[in-house]
T-cell receptor, first 113, second 115 residues
Framework: GEQVEQRPPHLSVREGDSAFITCTYTDPNSYYFFWYKQEPGASLQLLMKVFSSTEINEGQGFTVLLNKKDKRLSLNLTAAHPGDSAAYFCAVSEGDSNYQLIWGSGTKLIIKP | DMKVTQMPRYLIKRMGENVLLECGQDMSHETMYWYRQDPGLGLQLIYISYDVDSNSEGDIPKGYRVSRKKREHFSLILDSAKTNQTSVYFC??????????????FGPGTRLLVL
């Protein structure tokens, strides 16, 4: 079945710099992808849902890139600020077979002043 | 306002005691999930429920059971809790839109400590 690998597990960047998180997946038929943000001590909040037909997805202060050829999903936080300090998780849908998501192991991002 | 609630938020139990974690949602979502999250790790799926009395094991069901008697309510039960079940438990729910596009909405979590 689908496997998802997320890198790096820990990331520290200075305020104003960019932060880049990547997930690679194995099933070329995967076509829905999710990024979630989890602030310290809090629950998971959906950051963005991405469809396989869209390679570049712009959010507020971040961009999500989908490279289907390389089976890579990336989250790029531009001009990071302290509010971006959180854990970020990617998730990949296996399709409508069982409604489960395959989760990455997470990236703990720290924004330094 | 779409919401997933969990009760209790914090719980301390002794080894061997029974534990009941409750989850509710007000969005009429068909599908509900229970996950656990250990420190520094991602989410592990314990059980998934497709609707009332339609439950399926996830990746780590051993030591857990679930109950869903109403669409808006999903319970996780630990019979005779063990210390290695100390964790943060998250409930989530989603519409069954099909095609794998279902967005999961998470509750605030329950922090369980088993002594």
């Amino acid at each position: 079945g689908e496997q998802v690998e997320q890198r790096p597990p820990h990331l520290s960047v200075r305020e104003g710099d960019s932060a880049f998180i990547t997930c690679t997946y194995t099933d070329p038929n995967s076509y829905y992808f999710f990024w979630y943000k989890q602030e310290p001590g809090a629950s998971l909040q959906l950051l963005m849902k991405v469809f396989s037909s869209t390679e570049i997805n712009e959010g507020q202060g971040f961009t999500v890139l989908l490279n289907k050829k390389d089976k890579r999903l990336s989250l790029n936080l531009t001009a990071a600020h302290p509010g971006d300090s959180a854990a970020y998780f990617c998730a990949v849908s296996e399709g409508d077979s069982n409604y489960q998501l395959i989760w990455g192991s997470g990236t703990k991002l720290i924004i330094k002043p | 306002d779409m919401k997933v609630t969990q009760m209790p938020r914090y719980l301390i139990k002794r080894m061997g005691e029974n534990v009941l974690l409750e989850c509710g949602q007000d969005m009429s979502h068909e599908t509900m999930y229970w996950y656990r999250q250990d420190p520094g790790l991602g989410l592990q799926l314990i059980y998934i429920s497709y609707d009332v009395d339609s439950n399926s094991e996830g990746d780590i069901p051993k030591g857990y059971r679930v109950s869903r008697k109403k669409r808006e309510h999903f319970s996780l039960i630990l019979d005779s809790a063990k210390t290695n079940q100390t964790s943060v438990y998250f409930c989530a729910s989603s519409f069954r839109l099909g095609g794998g596009q279902d967005t999961q909405y998470f509750g605030p979590g329950t922090r369980l400590l088993v002594l």
